[in-house]
């Protein structure tokens, strides 16, 4: 009887033992969820303690300091794809003469290794760059542009000076299309000019929060067609991509895509603008108003809004009803059309 009540005291201690081991890994499993669900927390409850990148809204916990970088890229189809456009914060893109647009890269949030084409300045997107006190770079210029940059108008590097050097030519382009730029030499280059790469951009525009986001209403615009010319050379249109939320772009039937890696350009903002523009000579050079305001649609989230726009700062804003209309956070594309034929005539949603 001894050893049966022994043998008995054994199994019941044994038992006992696993019950209670087994009883502990729920609990620290479920500690474990709790500790990851805390750690998240304070991620999304405390947005307002995170960093901003001032021109795309985008919050972080890096830092988002540091000077703008505006490039001139071209556009003109023996230059497509570009390289470097997915990391720009914003592009502005505004025919240089004739039907062939140009593009105005501005990058801060993100440094891309390579950009280009390279292509020649023009005065309007130099005032551009200097309403985000951006460090702008070029390879040649019209001789209006050319005054402006040899006057320290705004900081800037050409390549008509250190093509060969901080400018690289391409193997597989030919000139005027195969110039590019990697990010090291654009700092390189600020260096040797000593200017200072520490000025963070300022900004004029209003973000939208997650709930406004959420909430935006406007008209379908699934999809936009800009006409620049007849002969469509220029002509792009944007389609709403609904998996991701984001805007892709074309010229004609070639999506935009970064040479090396084929990544595709996905948008927040689609910003159309219209704005007055001016015939200077015979070569086709331009004046375009970006000062004095006008009309324009705004593109976000698969809807479109009519909006207008307004010089802040030098930077170009939208505003409806006298208020500044709020951008998705994420990367925009400002497309300015002629007034003349106006917006009417160079714009069409839905038409795939």
Known sequence: MKKWAIALAAV???FTGCSKKDSVKTPV??????????????????QEDLNVFPLTGIRTEASTDGRAVAVMVN????ARPQSGLSKADIVYEMIAEGDVTRFLAVFQSEKPANIGPVRSA???YIELAKGFNAFYVAHGYSEDARVMLESNYVDN??????????FKRSSTRKAPHNSYI???NVVKGAEMKKYSMDQTPPSSFKF????????????????VMITYS????????YEFDAQSSKYKRFNGSEQTVELDTNEPILLDNVFIIEADHQVLDSSGHLSIDLKSGGTGYLLQMGKVNEVNWVNKNGQIVPVKDGKEVGLVPGKTWVNVVPSKPGLAQSVSFDAN
């Open 12 to 14: 019941l201690l044994l």
């Open 29 to 46: 499993q479920e500690e474990k969820a709790e500790e990851t669900v805390k750690q998240q927390e304070p991620v999304e409850g405390k």
């Open 75 to 78: 556009n003109h189809p023996k």
């Open 122 to 124: 023009r005065p309007y």
């Open 157 to 166: 590097i050409n390549g008509m000076v250190y093509d060969g050097t901080l």
């Open 182 to 184: 990697t990010y090291e």
């Open 208 to 223: 939208l929060t997650d709930e406004e986001k959420q909430s935006l209403t406007g008209n379908p615009g699934s999809s």
């Open 230 to 237: 007849n002969g469509g050379t220029s002509n792009c249109m």
